[in-house]
């Protein structure tokens, strides 16, 4: 049993990872696209791949962001309070940056859903709306996007699950402390 707590705890840290790494290689494709402003492969990367973190970069320009807010300001932030956590094998750190990994990958879809156009227009033929500005990402920003969510959920949910765990021993302890006392008169 200790053994399975162990590999649970230490799967925690998936999802500040793959958020960490995702939002390293959005940085480092748009960090290249400005060395090689005229590569197909770049373009293609920055756009469709990494889809996801330009439209939230948008959504943070409100802000006044700068350049890189994204991976130095919240990815790297998260995913080095996950491995404090993991080395000093402490609940708290790791449990903070599950939570804080599923706060922002929940910001990366919910930027991605209000940077989608709303096309209106009057005709009886069907409207079609151009790929790419659809509800969801498709493709590959469908594939990074869904790594992100599936991985950040999967140790949200096995933090709660460490977390209700640890509750029920602790009543455990505290009932079987308790039991003699209320037992005893009778």
């Known amino acids: 049993m200790a053994r399975l707590m162990n590999r649970l705890f230490k799967l925690q840290f998936l999802g500040p990872f793959a958020l960490f790494a ?3 290689c959005a ?3 748009a960090r290249a696209l400005q060395y090689a402003p005229s590569s197909e492969l770049l373009w293609f ?3 469709r791949v990494f889809g996801i973190f330009q439209r939230s970069y948008a959504t943070l320009s409100y802000f006044g962001v ?15 309070l996950a491995c404090f956590g993991l080395a000093a094998k402490s609940r708290l750190p790791l449990t903070v940056a599950t939570h804080l990994s599923v706060v922002y ?14 096309v209106a227009q009057a ?29 950040c959920f999967l140790s949200f949910a096995i933090t709660h699950l460490l ?21 005893s008169s009778q």
């Open 22 to 24: 995702a939002t390293l």
């Open 27 to 29: 940085e480092l494709a």
């Open 45 to 47: 990367f920055n756009l």
């Open 66 to 80: 700068t350049d890189g807010f994204q991976f130095f300001g919240l990815a790297l932030p998260i995913f080095v």
């Open 105 to 118: 990958a929940g910001f990366l879809v919910l930027s991605w859903q209000v940077g989608v156009p709303e």
């Open 123 to 151: 005709s009886l033929g069907p409207i079609t709306v151009p790929s790419g500005f659809g509800a969801v990402p498709s493709g590959v920003g469908l594939y990074v996007m869904a790594t992100i969510l599936g991985a």
């Open 163 to 183: 977390y209700l765990r640890a509750v029920r021993e602790e009543i455990r302890a505290l009932v079987s402390r308790l039991r003699p006392i209320l037992f």
